[in-house]
């Protein structure tokens, strides 16, 4: 008998089609409706992505005061003086024998400054300049302006250990403190409770 294999063939397609069979074409698969199957989303079942507040802040927000609000100020320091004509200078600077306002009354405060007969008061600094600040010229005759000598000899103080010898007799050279520096000053400044020499010297190792 001779069968026409074509005829065959396509009437065994119609079959199967007709069946419901699943055909496999070897790349795609198709279920028995003849559409492909929904693919995976892909993800993992049941994660969730953290929310932002179960994340870690990493650090303070902040908020809190700071833990030291001092300015870092010397308590200790003199409190700032004005001078008469509104000036104001660092307090520490009234009565150093030095005027700083230009009125000159961080220098005639109670307690500082000379006092002439007529009741000026010039800073501690002009007195036994040479030059007289005083009416009646007294700031430069004020006994504490000389230096008298072992002989009764009276020369000005400001020559008293100046490394040269005024008084004939020399001896305003002999009681003298040298500084670690090389400067002479007068010994009776030496351990005074202020520094004479630049070097700070005349106050180390004082009882």
Same mark, same amino acid.
Request: aromatic fraction near 4%.
């Given at each position: 008998?001779?069968?026409? =294999?074509?005829? =065959?063939?396509?009437?065994? &397609? ?18 028995? %409706?003849?559409?492909?199957? !929904?693919?995976?989303?892909?993800? &993992?079942?049941?994660?969730?992505? !953290? ?8 650090? &303070? ?10 300015? @870092?100020?010397? *308590?200790?320091? +003199? ?8 000036? *104001?200078?660092?307090?520490? =600077?009234? /009565?150093? @024998? ?6 000159l009354s961080d220098e005639i405060q109670d307690g500082c400054g000379?006092?002439?007969?007529? @009741? ?7 007195? /036994? ?5 005083? &009416? ?33 007799? @020399?001896?305003?050279? #002999? ?10 000053? !007068?010994? %009776? ?5 202020? !520094? %004479?020499?630049? +070097? ?6 004082? #009882?």
């Amino acid at each position: 008998m001779h069968i026409d =294999f074509k005829k =065959f063939l396509a009437a065994a &397609s119609l079959m199967s089609n007709a069946a419901g069979c699943i055909i496999v074409d070897g790349d795609t698969d198709t279920d028995t %409706d003849g559409n492909n199957p !929904p693919a995976t989303s892909g993800t &993992s079942g049941g994660t969730e992505t !953290p929310t932002s507040s179960d994340a870690s802040t990493g650090g &303070s927000t902040g908020s809190g005061t700071a833990a030291d609000d001092s300015t @870092g100020a010397d *308590e200790t320091a +003199d409190p700032p003086f004005v001078c008469d004509d509104g000036v *104001e200078i660092p307090g520490e =600077f009234v /009565c150093d @024998g030095t005027p700083d306002c230009e009125d000159l009354s961080d220098e005639i405060q109670d307690g500082c400054g000379f006092t002439c007969t007529d @009741g000026m008061v010039i800073p501690e600094s002009y007195l /036994c300049d040479e030059i007289e600040d005083c &009416s009646d010229g007294e700031d430069e005759t004020d006994p504490s302006c000389f230096f008298v000598c072992d002989d009764g000899q009276e020369i000005l103080a400001q020559y008293e250990c100046d490394m040269r010898p005024d008084c004939d007799d @020399g001896s305003d050279e #002999a009681n003298c403190f040298t500084c670690d520096d090389g400067a002479i000053i !007068p010994m %009776d400044l030496a351990c005074d409770g202020a !520094p %004479d020499c630049e +070097d700070g010297s005349d106050e180390v190792g004082c #009882a």
